[in-house]
């Protein structure tokens, strides 16, 4: 079954600390990932897209790295913003397919 | 920069009634879809639409709901006899292109059945 995971599930970090977040996929065939942004009440903002053959993508302070061997993928948010509360989603795409299938989240809180 | 609009942002309405949710995708799109998320859930998958039809639908998209495109920039969700298990945000989207690319997102409409 297609599922994607994500981890962790909150967190709590200090303004102008780095974090990193999770993410775990079976989607097969797979197309590509994208991380997602999204605050309370509001749509999914794109942050980065990577296909098969893409290791890294950088968006300013976020960059997303995907191991497409181990269906890993991982955000990582450098010197956080108050801004930066939110929830982070990890959606993948399968070939043959249209439909986005998106991870839990995970509920990011930064605190000056 | 391009948007999806989704129009109402918030709708209240009673079990049983039909409601429309309307989203104006972005212009040069031509594929589109509707998502819900019902609070504290991940977002789902409804229904993709593509050329004037549906190309694909998930176990939740059942007869109870219809999608249209009446006038060649609306697209709506008809949900014909709501249920209490119906409140979500439902999220409209749209492509340029298929296959899971260059999706935008609207901002929503919650809808929550009384």
């Known amino acids: 079954k297609n599922q994607v995971e994500q981890s962790p599930q909150s967190l709590i970090i200090l303004e102008g600390k780095n974090c990193t977040l999770q993410c775990n996929y079976t989607v097969s065939p797979f197309s590509n990932l994208r991380w997602y942004k999204q605050d309370t009440g509001r749509g999914p903002v794109s942050l980065t897209i990577m296909t098969f053959s893409e290791n890294t993508k950088s968006n300013g302070r976020y960059t997303a790295t995907l191991d497409a061997d181990t269906k890993q993928s991982s955000l990582h948010i450098t010197a956080s913003q108050l801004s930066d509360s939110a929830s982070y989603i990890c959606v993948v795409s399968s070939l043959n397919t249209d439909k986005l299938i998106f991870g839990t989240g995970t509920r990011l809180q930064v605190f000056p | 920069e391009p948007e999806v609009t989704q129009t109402p942002s918030h709708q209240v309405t009673q079990m049983g009634q039909e409601v429309i949710l309307r989203c104006v995708p972005i212009?040069?799109?031509?594929?589109f879809y509707w998502y819900r998320q019902i609070l504290g859930q991940k977002v789902e998958f409804l229904v993709s639409?593509?050329?004037?039809?549906?190309?694909?639908k998930s176990e939740i998209f059942d007869d109870q709901f219809s999608v249209e495109r009446p006038d060649g920039s609306n697209f709506t969700l008809k949900i014909r006899s709501t249920k209490l298990e119906d409140s979500a945000m439902y999220f409209c989207a749209s492509s340029e292109q298929g296959g899971g690319r260059g999706y935008t997102f609207g901002s929503g409409t919650r809808l929550t059945v009384v």
């Open positions: 639409f593509y050329n004037n039809e549906i190309s694909e």
């Open positions: 212009s040069n799109h031509l594929y």
